[in-house]
């Protein structure tokens, strides 16, 4: 294993920036990211803190291609997975600039011919602040393709056109949804007259000077690009998402690094891209009158999670994760602390958070940090009254109403039917789980969808995802493809309704 130390001192000459006093320790840094390497949990990890407009530590571990023995470098390109998010929220941020659009205009206001609608049909106007908070009412959703050629836009429009579907009204909830920032790629390439990768490239990248970073694919057969591996280190082909604008930007974590500071401090980076104001506003709370669920007291701004201070300090982050890359980006604003940390392996997120948050305490001894836990606010369901029941409604799938029950009893014991023609009695009975935070409740059990995306021999994870108004529950059913491979996330609405708050253990599916 070879250690690129060496880069360090010259990638911060490189950055335009200089140590002005012998940077923190980092040997515990570098103890921690050599274990992780040579015990096989991770075949790459680059490593990057700059703290106050100056790069203290850049450095790599490790192969970012195993078959080739190429070792990782501080310029190597990791996918950044769902971190392309907030560089897409920039981008449209640097368009709002230079063209003027409102982000509290309908987005159908911007790409021709877009009508976003419930399930029941009716229009609903979902605004460019919506896309950017997650509050649109749009559904958890994602597609990746496979070793197969990069998709073409119609992959995404045919999505948008059947998974594209409110499942709550805009500003009611804010529901994580790649098909949101799927529309952000859209936006983009409609108003600039540019693909989302030419306009990223020529707007932010180049004059940030970030040299390893793009979308989709580099433009040069000299770029560095790490090679995606799974959890058990076995190589996975390349891999693109639909929606380019949720998770298919690249970027070294030198870049990365840079592309913080640009966010902290827009001197630091000797380029004053985007407007102070506008940097402000997306760590700010733009609809807070939404539901705010996830990661205990923090938001989703534009393009940002951000934890308000409160027994710690202010952190702005998001987080990477996708087959064959797993990564993250920390800040802390006050303390103008940006971290980051990129590794090509599947599911390694809490190494990659371990990591930087190891690389936080070397610069700021005192930091406590917060895990990152999404469910955080969530409690298991036992016999809570607002949800104790049975209830029953349907699932829309491709435009026909599928019946489904759920009867949720004392104890915590839930159980959730579909139809099946396979079973004896035609009904399909999943027990489930659930957790619940106000009037959301989310669970998941295996089952099955009568819809074209859903191939026969596939056995989905449903993730039931609802909210509670009166004696209605609405949300999605999300089948997700499988925990080993993840191929699809698909959104489909469904409708509840409290029938009997007698929870007995019997149930049929209204006809």
């Known amino acids: 294993m070879k250690r690129q130390g060496s880069l360090v001192l010259a990638c911060v000459l490189a950055a335009g920036t200089a140590v002005a006093s012998p940077p923190p320790e980092f040997t515990a840094v570098e103890q921690l990211a050599q274990t992780y390497i040579e015990g096989g949990q991770l075949p790459s990890v680059a490593l990057a803190i700059a703290r106050r407009g100056e790069i203290v530590y850049l450095n790599a571990f490790g192969q970012s291609d195993q078959e080739l023995d190429q070792q990782a470098t501080v310029h190597t390109a990791y996918a950044l997975a769902s971190i392309s998010k907030p560089v897409t929220a920039t981008a449209l941020m640097l368009l709002k600039q230079q063209r003027g659009l409102d982000l509290s205009a309908p987005v159908s206001d911007y790409v021709p011919g877009l009508q976003l609608r419930d399930a029941k049909g009716d229009e609903h106007p979902v605004s460019l602040m919506h896309l950017l908070s997650h509050t649109?009412?749009?559904?958890?959703?994602?597609?990746?393709?496979?070793?197969?050629?990069?998709?073409g836009s119609e992959s995404l429009q045919r999505d948008i056109a059947r998974y594209a579907i409110l499942v709550h009204p805009p500003g009611r909830v804010s529901e994580y949804s790649n098909l949101g920032y799927g529309l952000i790629g859209e936006v983009i390439?409609?108003?600039?007259?540019?693909?989302l990768a030419d306009y990223a490239r020529t707007t932010l990248f180049e004059p940030l000077g970030l040299h390893d970073a793009f979308f989709?694919?580099?433009?040069?057969?000299?770029?560095?690009?790490?090679a995606p591996y799974d959890a058990a280190m076995q190589r996975l082909a390349t891999l693109y998402n639909n929606t380019p604008g949720a998770g298919n930007a690249y970027m070294s974590v030198h870049d990365l690094l840079r592309f913080g500071m640009l966010h902290l401090d827009p001197e630091s980076t000797r380029q004053t891209v985007l407007k102070p104001q506008d940097l402000q506003a997306m760590q700010a709370n733009a609809v807070p009158q939404a539901l705010h669920h996830y990661y205990g007291a923090a938001y989703y701004g534009l393009g940002w999670y951000v934890r308000p201070a409160a027994d710690g300090p202010r952190e702005i982050w998001h987080e990477g994760g996708m087959p064959g890359t797993s990564t993250i980006i920390k800040m802390l604003p006050e303390q103008g602390?940006?971290?980051?940390?990129?590794?090509?392996?599947?599911?390694?997120?809490?190494?990659?958070?371990?990591?930087?948050?190891a690389l936080i305490s070397a610069v700021m001894p005192e930091y406590q940090p917060v895990p990152l836990n999404p469910?955080?606010?969530?409690?298991?369901?036992?016999d809570q009254p607002a949800f104790l029941g049975r209830w029953q409604g349907s699932i829309t799938v491709e435009g026909k109403d599928v019946p489904c029950s759920l009867v949720l009893q004392s104890g915590g014991s839930g159980e959730f039917q579909l139809p099946d023609t396979l079973s004896s009695d035609g009904v399909r009975r999943s027990t489930l789980r659930a957790m619940v935070h106000g009037d959301s409740l989310i669970s998941g059990f295996p089952g099955r969808l009568p819809s074209g995306d859903i191939a026969a021999s596939d056995e989905p994870l449903l993730l039931l995802k609802l909210l509670r108004t009166?004696?209605?529950?609405?949300?999605?059913?999300v089948a997700y493809s499988s925990p080993q491979?993840?191929?699809?996330?698909?959104?489909?609405?469904?409708?509840?309704?409290?029938?009997t708050s007698d929870p007995a253990p019997a149930l049929n599916p209204e006809p």
């Open 189 to 195: 390439e409609a108003q600039s007259g540019q693909t």
């Open 375 to 382: 469910v955080a606010n969530y409690s298991p369901y036992l």
């Open 337 to 357: 602390i940006v971290a980051v940390v990129l590794s090509n392996r599947s599911d390694a997120n809490e190494i990659t958070q371990a990591l930087a948050n």
């Open 216 to 226: 989709d694919t580099p433009r040069s057969a000299t770029t560095s690009v790490a």
């Open 136 to 151: 649109s009412g749009l559904g958890t959703f994602a597609r990746i393709h496979h070793g197969k050629a990069q998709p």
């Open 485 to 499: 491979r993840l191929d699809y996330l698909l959104p489909f609405p469904v409708s509840l309704r409290l029938t």
């Open 470 to 477: 009166g004696d209605r529950l609405s949300g999605t059913v």
